[in-house]
């Protein structure tokens, strides 16, 4: 197990699974076939270093504290690489399982989200925006549906589940900061058979312990799985995945710019 910092320099090493986390002790035996895991402090993670490293894979656990900001540092830097989401607790051997995550700022344009989805979601895709602020999501669906994209709206944590119960989303985006619940309706989406990607807008108040407190859910816990599956899972569906956005490539046009801000 080593961390970032001690990455050995020879061009000979193992492939490296990359997992942001705090929590390095969980991850120090955790390997997927000729993989090593290498653990990623959040706190003062440079895109540059990380990007050096080459990970095959790049996961993030929602529950470390600092794990937003740390993608975002990363985007904000550069880092190409797809974010893929899990949340996990120190004290537990098992983890829940997401799909690949963005993150975005709570005040943003379309240039910028556009950017993100470029590649990673095709146009036509169906999107559940999730949050309690219409003044900024019905322009947000406007904006969507007129580059292709087939949108549902949610305004609360009940709402999001049942609408998520009907529509197959290839994508959702959830405002954290909606009271209520939103950490929650993230953790249920591993519930699902195939699980959606997330753009997230990050909450007002401590998301990492939010996300931690969904694993206290029977329901959750019960879709738990060790770190290697979850871990294994991400290589081969990532493997996948990128070769269906290497077919979607450039499907999502440029927007006109229209600016969003979640921060009233």
Same mark, same amino acid.
């Given at each position: 197990m080593t961390t970032l910092r001690s990455l050995p320099s020879s061009p000979a090493r193992r492939p490296s699974l990359a997992v942001i986390d705090a929590d390095a002790s969980s991850?120090?035996?955790v390997e997927v076939g000729c993989h090593r895991t290498t653990t990623v402090p959040p706190a003062g993670v440079r895109a540059q270093d990380l990007a050096a490293t080459t990970p095959v894979r790049t996961i993030v656990n929602l529950a470390a504290p600092g794990a937003l900001d740390a993608v975002a540092a990363l985007r904000a830097g550069g880092y190409p690489r797809r974010f893929w989401g899990c949340i996990a607790h120190p004290t537990s051997p098992? =983890?829940?399982? /997401?799909?690949?995550?963005?993150?975005?700022?709570?005040?943003?344009? $379309?240039?910028?989200?556009?950017?993100?989805?470029?590649?990673?979601? #095709?146009?036509?895709?169906?999107?559940? =925006?999730? &949050?309690?602020?219409p003044e900024a999501f019905m322009p947000l669906r406007t904006a969507l549906t007129r580059e292709g994209f087939s949108v549902s709206l949610a305004w609360d944590a009940g709402q999001a589940n049942d609408l998520l119960d009907m529509v197959d989303a290839d994508l959702v985006i959830l405002d954290l900061g909606m009271p209520h619940g939103a950490h929650a309706v993230l953790?249920? /989406?591993?519930? %699902?058979?195939?699980? #959606?990607?997330?753009?997230?807008?990050?909450?007002?108040g401590d998301d990492a312990a939010a996300?931690?407190? $969904?694993? %206290?859910? &029977?329901?959750?816990? =019960?879709?738990?799985? $060790? %770190?290697?599956?979850?871990?294994?899972?991400? /290589?081969?569906?990532?493997?996948?995945?990128?070769?269906?956005?290497?077919?979607?490539?450039? $499907?999502?046009? =440029?927007?006109?710019l229209q600016h969003f801000s979640m921060t009233a």
């Open positions: 991850w120090s035996t098992m =983890a829940l399982g /997401l799909g690949m995550v963005e993150v975005m700022p709570r005040s943003f344009d $379309t240039t910028a989200l556009f950017d993100r989805l470029r590649g990673w979601v #095709p146009r036509g895709a169906k999107v559940v =925006a999730v &949050g309690n602020r953790a249920k /989406l591993a519930q %699902r058979t195939t699980v #959606p990607n997330v753009v997230l807008l990050p909450g007002r996300f931690a407190a $969904t694993l %206290r859910s &029977g329901k959750i816990i =019960a879709k738990t799985r $060790t %770190r290697h599956d979850v871990l294994e899972t991400f /290589l081969h569906e990532g493997e996948s995945a990128a070769r269906q956005t290497s077919r979607i490539q450039g $499907t999502v046009g =440029a927007p006109s």
